[in-house]
């Protein structure tokens, strides 16, 4: 299902969002040493929403959902995915909800020694063990047109341009309907459309599999797509939190420089 | 209130010398701190391997992909060393049992230099180069580019799939390389004693292994097991422990070379005076 701009942006401006909350932040701190990243950070992410994370380098986007699929264990505060407490977990606790959230990497992580298609194979026939042989495959040529790439199975990864790897690499994510994503800066890296193409392509994953999202760019443009909701990270405290509309019209320097 | 003044002013040379004395306190304390750090690391990370490695759900496929790796295409590479090991063996050995008149000794004295000690160490030592700094260049870059991460966050256990199937296959594959080496330097040494003279296949393999004994053989392939287990284990530590950046890459490599090379030397004084206990 691909869906054009127009629909893309209307759809996502006004996706309907319940009040269940999938992820509960509260009072979470981190450090790194003497360095703290995180202060008192307290946020929700509801069902059905893109929760886009705006922040400058350094401000602890990407700790804080690193934090949230216990990548980083965090110094204090809880944060419970879907009513579990991620720091209580035991490992078989924490791999059963991180089934459910998919994690996309700045970076992409596709595994470079393997083929797209292995890819995506690695980890459905992990995680998704009762599909068939026919049915992986029916799923991952599915999840393929998904992103604009069906023809690319055989590729490598190295033979992929980094907008191509970003796309690869969400296919990955989604092949196994997680119920929640969080984007690592989806768009660093790439020039201006490629950046729109994935900017869609996310609304497009939320519209198609229902997930809800937390974003984390500093990407304005990113956010003018995406954003259900916006809470912008400042020193590793939470600054403003609000709609689009609320940041834009914001005399606030520290806001006003992102949205010059 | 009272002001409160000291008897005995502290003079300026002594206050430095005391500073300097803690601040050496201080570092030598860091220093202490990050070695145990290290050691108690190591421990952690070899008790997760025994665990994951009877655990369920064992990667055969990766495993026998790793055995493919690590000994099929080590083959070309102990094929030329085990060959020239028992050549330039008999070259070196051949004048001096000449001179003794005891030039039929030749082939037994090579085939059990090589069996007992020379084919094991050379070639662990050549996997500690190979396979070693394989293991720790790919798992390092495979940090960096999160590629590790990807798999811990998708509910797939990196060590089982990346760790337990690396340290297991070359646990089994450099016995057999070894072996495969050993036989080699014996042909390399039958080629050797034909440059100059002329005896035949059969005469120097018979002359070749009736001096050698299943004592011979049994404590060399032993240590084998272990030269394996130790390159995997510290190939793979070092790449899975990799810091951030690509230089790290290259210093997990490197570390995992150097560290497999002088435990495979340890390890063989080690099983030299076992064995001399025992048998």
């Known amino acids: 299902m691909i869906l054009n701009q127009a629909d893309i942006i209307t759809n996502s401006s006004h996706a309907a969002h319940g009040d269940e909350a999938v992820i509960e932040i509260a009072n979470l701190s981190k450090s790194f040493g003497d360095q703290e990243v995180l202060k008192d950070v307290s946020l929700k992410l509801f069902k059905g929403e893109n929760l886009v994370v705006l922040g400058k380098s350094g401000s602890g986007k990407s700790v804080l959902i690193k934090c949230i699929v216990r990548l980083l264990n965090s110094d204090s505060g809880t944060i419970n995915v879907f009513d579990k407490e991620i720091m209580s977990l035991n490992r078989d606790e924490l791999s059963e909800v991180r089934k459910k959230i998919g994690f996309l990497f700045q970076s992409g992580a596709l595994y470079d020694s393997m083929t797209v298609k292995q890819n995506l194979e690695f980890h459905l026939k992990r995680i998704k063990r009762e599909l068939s042989k026919s049915e992986i495959e029916e799923k991952i040529a599915e999840v393929l047109k998904n992103v604009g790439l069906p023809d690319s199975m055989n590729r490598m990864p190295s033979e992929l341009s980094g907008g191509m790897k970003k796309r690869i690499s969400l296919a990955r994510t989604i092949v196994v309907d997680p119920e929640i994503m969080l984007y690592d800066e989806p768009t660093t890296g790439l020039d201006p459309v490629t950046s729109d193409e994935i900017s869609l392509l996310i609304n497009e994953v939320q519209e198609k599999y229902k997930t809800s999202s937390i974003i984390i760019t500093h990407d304005i443009a990113v956010a003018r797509t995406n954003a259900n909701r916006i809470v912008m990270l400042l020193d590793g405290k939470i600054y403003l939190e609000g709609n689009l509309e609320m940041f834009e019209n914001s005399t606030d320097p520290n806001i006003k420089s992102f949205f010059k | ?279």
């Open chain 2, 1 to 279: 209130m009272k002001k409160f003044t000291p008897v005995i002013k502290v003079k300026g040379y002594a206050t430095q010398q005391s500073k300097k004395l803690s601040e050496n306190t201080l570092k030598k304390t860091q220093i202490a701190s990050i070695f145990f750090a290290e050691v108690a690391s190591v421990f952690i990370f070899i008790g997760v391997l025994i665990k994951e490695t009877f655990s369920r759900d064992f990667e055969f496929k990766e495993f026998f992909r790793q055995c493919f790796q690590i000994g099929y295409k080590s083959l070309p590479l102990i094929s030329v060393t085990g060959a020239i090991m028992g050549l330039v063996l008999t070259i070196q050995t051949r004048p001096v049992l000449v001179d003794f008149g005891a030039v039929s000794l030749l082939p037994g004295m090579v085939s059990l230099s090589l069996i007992r000690e020379i084919g094991p160490v050379i070639t662990a030592l050549i996997c500690a180069g190979k396979v070693g700094s394989g293991m720790g260049a790919e798992l390092g870059s495979m940090k960096v580019t999160e590629q590790i991460e990807a798999m811990e966050v998708s509910s797939i256990n990196p060590m089982r799939f990346l760790v337990v199937t690396r340290v297991l296959a070359a646990t089994l594959m450099i016995p057999l390389l070894v072996l495969y080496a050993d036989a080699l330097g014996i042909l390399g040494s039958w080629i050797g004693v034909n440059i100059k003279g002329d005896v035949s296949f059969t005469l120097f393999f018979s002359q070749a292994f009736s001096v050698v004994n299943f004592a011979d053989f049994l404590p060399a392939l032993v240590k084998s097991f272990f030269f394996g287990a130790v390159i995997g284990l510290v190939g793979c530590y070092n790449g899975y422990n990799a810091g951030r950046g690509t230089e790290s890459v290259g210093v997990a490599a490197n570390t995992a070379v150097v560290q497999a090379s002088l435990l495979v030397i340890i390890i063989d004084l080690i099983a030299v005076q076992v064995t001399d206990m025992i048998l």
